[in-house]
């Protein structure tokens, strides 16, 4: 008999709370928010090493991955030297050394017995914000409205507090295998854990993803299949499929009182009212721990009660939704993109955008374009009218930005993460920790092969999190049966502190002055924007005006100045600022096409013309949308 996990309160809260403010501050998308987080984690670096003693234990398998992340930041950094735009490259930059960050910090800091604790927090903060995504949408006071006016068929997704349905569905699939790890525990959080899974899944599910509902099954399978006690996984799979089955019928059905509509849905909160009464339900047929369940002798049957309502339930889904709801097709044609949804939505171009990052790569396959010239090499060069930002996977947009050296940076990281986990479980006497850890892995490396959560820190940091978990030794067991793990790249080994001291405090106060000018500069073009949307041209070109003191390579603030100088008829100004946005960011076809602009109103009609080929050039059919104003 398996003795139950020992969870640790405050290891719990210490992952759960910035997971979970994270998400609610729209996915701490925002490069304000980047900043912040890279600069923070790397000031808990340098304190580590500072207050570290004179060796510190860490396995070979973390300083491979850490390697591997800091060879992907490094080549990122000397891409500047040949890439298209420094302003775009830069958050980028910022980014890796961010994640970088915390494989480190978490890699270093968890010791061993604090996996499941750190796993058990990944749990919460996604069923936190599952509740808080629910609560959001029937109320009407998340900002799933607004994106609903953008784009309609948003209406029935699910995106708030994250702002994108995606990175909801795949944090909710990467958070399913550690609430599950708790469920089939025989600890005290497993009737929590029952519990909360239920508005997981009604989240995942209202998120209309199907990468991420492929990545929550292929999750779960592996906790599942590895969990040691099979009659804990069948008794608590009698509740649960039923449970889940239920309140994906129910969500089905309530379709529209569950769409985006900015008001409170009396419906929708009957909805709530009825998954929190089913949870409530759920939690009580099952025990505690290896003790009897509260309901006694009367569980068993009751469970059975459940057995012939799945089979109900489960037949009620098919025949509702039907097979075209859950198998989507990934590609789309020019007669799709009819709206910006084409690159925004899930299930919309993918196969466009994964063929320019091959062609990206084919171009120049050891070094790439460099760093942040994905978007600009699709506005040129791309297939669909629409412009975007992202290749919608991070290994092609990888090798198209930094070629064969990012790729094999980036893959090593994830292989060696991977077969660390699978380490992990062969060296377990309780696989079940381990197992979850592969399954959060599993979810996160679906999202970023398929999807751009990599660009949402929120949706991506439960990946991070576990990859420095089980690259490191938090999830070796405290007391263990094996001291040493079999896999001898997992045995923790003594690296002398002076070794590591000088690298970790050199790039993290090169990170942390990097975050400061990111933060600082993106935080006046954000006020830049809002005194502009207010109609306060002076504040707005003072803001920018410090954006680009603190920013000089990038082209945005000269950008907007010159668009501010335009709009206050200074029209020589306007044509100077377009010029420097021009020299900064030479691929960016909205430069080329604002200074075409400038130089048609200043009456130089041939300049004009040739500035106007030249964003033609870089836009292709993306700039027919914003060339409208010269016609």
């Given at each position: 008999m398996?003795?139950?996990?020992?969870?640790?309160p405050?290891?719990?809260?210490?992952?759960?709370?910035?997971?979970?403010?994270?998400?609610?501050?729209?996915?701490?998308?925002?490069?304000?928010?980047?900043?912040?987080?890279?600069g923070?984690?790397?000031?808990?670096?340098?304190g580590?090493?500072?207050?570290?003693?004179?060796?510190?234990?860490?396995?070979?398998?973390?300083?491979?991955?850490?390697a591997?992340?800091t060879?992907?930041?490094?080549?990122?950094?000397i891409?500047?030297?040949?890439?298209?735009d420094?302003?775009?490259g830069?958050?980028?930059?910022?980014?890796?050394?961010?994640?970088?960050?915390v494989?480190?910090?978490?890699?270093?800091?968890?010791?061993?017995?604090?996996?499941?604790?750190?796993?058990a927090?990944?749990?919460?903060s996604?069923?936190?914000i599952?509740?808080?995504?629910?609560?959001?949408?029937?109320?009407?006071?998340?900002?799933?409205?607004?994106?609903?006016?953008?784009l309609?068929?948003?209406?029935?997704?699910?995106?708030?507090?994250i702002?994108?349905?995606?990175?909801?569905?795949y944090?909710?699939?990467?958070s399913?295998?550690?609430?599950?790890?708790c469920?089939l525990?025989?600890g005290?959080?497993r009737?929590?854990?029952?519990a909360?899974s239920?508005?997981?899944?009604?989240?995942?599910?209202?998120?209309?993803?199907?990468?991420?509902?492929?990545?929550?099954v292929?999750?779960?399978a592996?906790?599942?299949?590895?969990?040691?006690?099979?009659?804990?996984?069948?008794?608590?799979?009698?509740?649960?499929v039923?449970?889940?089955?239920?309140?994906v019928v129910?969500?089905?059905?309530?379709?529209d009182?569950?769409?985006?509509?900015?008001?409170?849905?009396?419906?929708?909160?009957?909805?709530?009212?009825?998954?929190?009464?089913?949870?409530?339900?759920?939690?009580?047929?099952v025990?505690?721990?290896?003790r009897?369940?509260?309901?006694?002798?009367?569980?068993?049957?009751l469970?059975?009660v459940?057995?012939?309502?799945?089979?109900?339930?489960?037949?009620?889904?098919?025949?509702?939704?039907?097979?075209?709801?859950l198998?989507?097709d990934?590609?789309?044609?020019?007669?799709?993109?009819?709206?910006?949804a084409?690159?925004?939505?899930?299930d919309?171009?993918?196969?466009a955008?994964?063929?320019?990052?091959?062609?990206?790569?084919?171009?120049?396959?050891?070094?790439?374009?460099?760093?942040?010239?994905?978007?600009?090499?699709?506005?040129a060069?791309?297939?669909?009218?629409?412009?975007?930002?992202?290749?919608?996977s991070l290994?092609?947009?990888?090798?198209?930005?930094?070629?064969?050296?990012?790729?094999?940076a980036i893959?090593?990281?994830?292989?060696?993460?991977?077969?660390?986990?699978?380490g992990?479980?062969?060296?377990a006497?309780?696989?079940l920790?381990p197992?979850?850890?592969?399954?959060?892995?599993?979810?996160?490396?679906?999202?970023?092969t398929i999807?751009?959560?990599?660009?949402?820190?929120?949706?991506?940091?439960?990946?991070l999190?576990v990859?420095?978990l089980?690259?490191?030794r938090?999830l070796?067991?405290?007391?263990?049966?094996?001291?040493?793990p079999a896999?001898?790249?997992?045995r923790?080994?003594?690296v002398?502190?002076?070794?590591?001291?000088?690298?970790?405090?050199?790039?993290?106060l090169?990170?942390?002055?990097?975050?400061?000018?990111?933060?600082?500069?993106?935080f006046?073009?954000?006020?830049?924007?809002?005194?502009?949307?207010?109609?306060?041209?002076?504040?707005?070109?003072?803001?920018a005006?410090?954006a680009?003191?603190?920013?000089p390579?990038s082209?945005?603030?000269p950008?907007?100045?010159?668009e501010?100088?335009?709009?206050?008829?200074?029209?020589?100004?306007a044509?100077?600022?377009?010029?420097?946005?021009?020299?900064?960011?030479?691929?960016d076809?909205r430069?080329?096409?604002?200074?075409a602009?400038?130089?048609?109103?200043?009456g130089?009609?041939?300049?004009g013309?040739?500035?106007?080929?030249?964003?033609v050039?870089l836009?292709?059919?993306?700039v027919?949308?914003?060339?409208t104003?010269l016609?």
């Open positions: 398996l003795k139950a996990i020992t969870y640790q405050a290891v719990i809260a210490a992952v759960a709370f910035p997971l979970s403010g994270a998400a609610v501050a729209d996915g701490s998308g925002s490069q304000v928010a980047l900043a912040v987080v890279a923070v984690l790397w000031a808990v670096a340098i580590l090493v500072i207050r570290a003693p004179r060796s510190i234990r860490a396995t070979p398998s973390l300083l491979f991955a850490l591997a992340l060879l992907l930041l490094l080549w990122a950094a891409s500047f030297r040949w890439t298209g420094d302003g775009a830069f958050p980028e930059v910022v980014r890796l050394a961010a994640y970088l960050g494989v480190a910090v978490v890699g270093v800091w968890a010791r061993p017995g604090s996996g499941p604790s750190v796993l927090g990944i749990g919460v996604g069923v936190v599952a509740c808080v995504a629910l609560v959001s949408r029937v109320t009407g006071l998340g900002g799933d409205a607004d994106i609903a006016v953008i309609p068929p948003a209406a029935q997704r699910l995106s708030a507090p702002g994108y349905w995606n990175a909801l569905g944090l909710m699939a990467m399913l295998p550690a609430v599950i790890m469920a525990d025989a005290r959080l009737r929590l854990a029952v909360g239920i508005p997981l899944v009604l989240a995942l599910y209202l998120t209309a993803s199907r990468g991420a509902a492929l990545a929550a292929l999750a779960l592996l906790v599942v299949v590895t969990a040691p006690d099979r009659g804990q996984v069948r008794q608590t799979g009698l509740v649960l039923p449970a889940w089955a239920f309140v129910l969500a089905a059905v309530m379709a009182p569950l769409a985006a509509s900015g008001e409170v849905s009396i419906s929708g909160l009957a909805v709530l009212a009825a998954v929190a009464l089913l949870a409530f339900v759920a939690q009580l047929l025990a505690p721990s290896r009897r369940s509260p309901l006694g002798s009367r569980a068993p049957r469970r059975g459940y057995v012939a309502a799945a089979l109900s339930v489960l037949a009620a889904v098919v025949v509702i939704l039907g097979p075209s709801t198998i989507g990934f590609r789309a044609s020019e007669s799709d993109d009819t709206s910006l084409a690159g925004f939505a899930s919309s171009g993918r196969s955008f994964w063929g320019a990052a091959v062609d990206a790569f084919a171009e120049d396959p050891l070094r790439g374009l460099g760093i942040g010239s994905y978007a600009n090499y699709w506005n060069n791309g297939t669909l009218s629409t412009p975007v930002r992202n290749a919608h290994p092609l947009e990888t090798a198209a930005e930094l070629g064969l050296v990012g790729l094999a893959i090593g990281f994830f292989l060696v993460a991977g077969l660390a986990a699978a992990r479980i062969r060296g006497a309780n696989p920790a197992a979850a850890a592969a399954g959060v892995l599993a979810a996160g490396l679906v999202s970023v999807d751009w959560t990599w660009q949402v820190p929120a949706a991506i940091a439960p990946l999190i990859a420095g089980a690259c490191g938090g070796l067991e405290k007391p263990s049966a094996k001291p040493e896999v001898g790249w997992l923790p080994l003594q002398p502190a002076p070794l590591g001291a000088p690298v970790v405090v050199a790039l993290g090169v990170t942390i002055w990097a975050s400061v000018l990111l933060g600082a500069g993106s006046q073009l954000e006020r830049a924007r809002s005194r502009l949307e207010a109609g306060d041209l002076n504040g707005a070109a003072a803001a005006r410090s680009a003191q603190i920013q390579w082209g945005e603030a950008l907007l100045l010159a501010l100088e335009e709009a206050g008829t200074n029209l020589g100004a044509r100077r600022r377009a010029e420097q946005a021009v020299r900064l960011a030479p691929t076809f430069t080329w096409l604002l200074l602009y400038v130089n048609f109103e200043l130089n009609r041939d300049a013309i040739v500035y106007a080929i030249r964003a050039d836009g292709q059919a993306v027919d949308r914003a060339f104003r016609r």
